[in-house]
């Protein structure tokens, strides 16, 4: 556990490539750069040798400074059950890289996943088609006021679904009908 390690840290603008390297036992990497408003990048291979981590809840949560997230990010990853919150409140992130969950097929929760992320402008097609265990989608892309459409099939993948309530909520910007909202 590492949790809420470098959390609040304002000033943190960068994280130096192979930070956790030595942690190959790690199991939970929640909250650990959560409220680190300064960060402006994240390195693709921070997670590399992390391959036990089951939980990244929030994470990056509040990381305000952030636009991008790097592909392979969770590529060496698969036995992660919960992206809670891991995203939410990165008010300047602009995008989501196709293929970013594709290694995590134990994945049981993304509620909050990118709630309030208000840059946000697309989703690409197939997020979560690697992810069949995915149950929990509650306020996934809640408040995420430049999203224009939701990608079809988004959820197809996902059989064990128990809630998608409120994931697109106050997405002023969708056209069409969402049975999401």
Same mark, same amino acid.
């Given at each position: ?52 981590? @089951? ?7 509040? +990381?305000?400074? =952030?636009?991008? /997230? !790097?592909? $392979? *990010? %969770? #590529? &060496? ?30 994945? @049981? ?7 309030? +992320?208000?840059? =946000?402008?697309? /989703? !690409?097609? $197939? *997020? %979560? #088609? &690697? ?39 106050? +997405?002023?910007? =969708? ?7």
């Amino acid at each position: 556990f590492m949790y809420g390690l470098f959390s609040d840290c304002s000033s943190l603008t960068k994280i130096p490539s192979g930070l956790f390297d030595r942690c190959p036992e790690i199991t939970s990497l929640n909250d650990v750069f959560s409220g680190c408003s300064g960060l402006k990048e994240i390195p693709s291979d921070l997670f590399r040798s992390c391959p036990e981590v @089951t939980s990244f809840s929030h994470t990056f949560a509040g +990381c305000t400074g =952030l636009s991008r /997230i !790097p592909a $392979g *990010l %969770f #590529d &060496h990853n698969p036995l992660v059950v919960t992206f809670s919150g891991i995203f939410k409140e990165c008010t300047n992130l602009t995008g989501i890289p196709s293929g970013l969950f594709d290694q995590c097929t134990r994945v @049981t929760h993304f509620d909050f996943s990118f709630q309030h +992320c208000e840059k =946000l402008t697309e /989703i !690409p097609e $197939g *997020l %979560f #088609d &690697h992810c069949p265990a995915a149950t929990y989608f509650i306020m996934t892309f809640q408040h995420c006021i430049c999203l224009t459409a939701i990608p079809s099939g988004l959820f197809d993948s996902c059989k064990k679904i128990q809630s998608l309530a409120a994931t697109f909520a106050d +997405c002023t910007q =969708l056209t069409g009908e969402s049975p999401y909202t």
